[in-house]
């Protein structure tokens, strides 16, 4: 099987036009077939703010009302998404631009809380992979934005690092794939204060060994059990650390590989 | 060679949330391949308004300066093509929803005119017919937003008709092309204040003796002229008439037909 890389960016990335022009050029030049998957950054909220929509936070997730709902799907399907395209193709990447509606590749339903109303929020539910390889194997790169949809008509937003593992873990049965999430940090550091102190790989034992000495700094590790169960699930191998390495990341100079025994 | 319907809809049923629904569930009914192009509507003037951005108008047209650029994008690549593609969805038609940018469909410049300087508009320069034809023939419909981009990572905002026009002739190779303008007429007539007056099917020859009698509203000219042009360039029909008799301008029991000798 060929090698798929899926790779996620943050928002620190997007918020940053610098930052991002540099990163879509290294990832321009990345060989093989490769999946985009780009998270909202601030300027929903700034869009929310001018056309005066309150935004409502709980626990750090915001809350999707209906105008709300259509402040990221201009901001992410529209105006992030395309000009990440616009960008790799004057990088000589041809990509597409899609969101989970775009030929049914993401379905997702509202996600259904007992207490909390997250509004116009989505819970993946499948991954279309027929489209998607079919594009894949045209040399066309894919750049998804994190919207989804029902099937009855209704656009979902819906969290980016998901998307990432759903995509990762239900193409992985086509091809080999590697799931790389770039973060603020270096990768996972045996000191959360010290960039230097980068683990390069861990397998699941010395994860054990690494929980059982704290030596994981306790934001990470939901993180790193989301990988686990990306890798159980048929990803080859997961890497983490900061989008401006991508190519070093790729070639394992660089973040933390997250790998089978 | 098989049917394509591209079928191109203007701002007046874009901005009605009812007349859209109600077209999109005959679109999703068309059996065969097809393409849609949708216009912008009042959407992005308003989003502008509460943005504070000031729209400037010559002749008709839109300078799209770059925070214009910022809007438009935003609103016809995200908002309505995405809810146009979810809807078509829930109507079990699969579809996509694409820029040009997205996967180099549509390659267009920045206009270049000698007194007036337009912003961010584009003139199409090539329609990439290859991923088209091979999402049309994996029985998934295209819905194209009009913004297209120069392949140096400028988004240009692009005239949808002419989106339309330059789609239908660059697939005439590959398939039998019917190109459906949707306008707030029923069709071509022969009293433009009566609409029971449709002409239903007009020929180069039929069109010459109209002219000479003066017979068609001046209005109507340049659209018929670009419909004889897109015939010789290989469009087998081009139908003139309303968005909500898709179903019979199909089969011809409602609009007007322009056709071959």
Known sequence: MSTLYVVKIGGNII????????????FA???GHKILIHGGGKLATKLAEQM??????????RITDAETLKVVTMVYAGYIN????????????NAIG?????????????RNHPTIDYGFAGDVDAINTTLLKSILDQQVSVVMAPITHDQKGQLLNTNADTIAQEVANALSSLYDV???YSFEKSGVLLDANDDSTVIS???PSYYQQLKSEQKIFAGMIPKLDNAFAALNKG???????????????????????????
């Open 178 to 180: 590697q799931l790389i």
């Open 52 to 61: 005066n929509i309150p935004q409502q936070m709980i626990d750090g997730r």
């Open 15 to 26: 918020d940053d036009e610098k930052k991002l022009s540099s990163f879509l050029k290294d």
């Open 29 to 31: 030049a990345v060989k």
């Open 201 to 203: 790989s861990i397998n």
């Open 98 to 110: 899609l969101s989970g509606a775009d030929g049914n590749v993401i379905l997702a339903h509202k």
């Open 235 to 261: 990803v080859k191998k997961v890497i983490i650390g900061k989008a401006e390495q991508l190519t070093d990341l790729i070639t394992g100079k660089a973040g933390t590989s997250i790998v089978h025994e």
């Open 82 to 93: 395309k000009n990440i395209v616009a960008q790799l193709q004057a990088n000589n990447c």
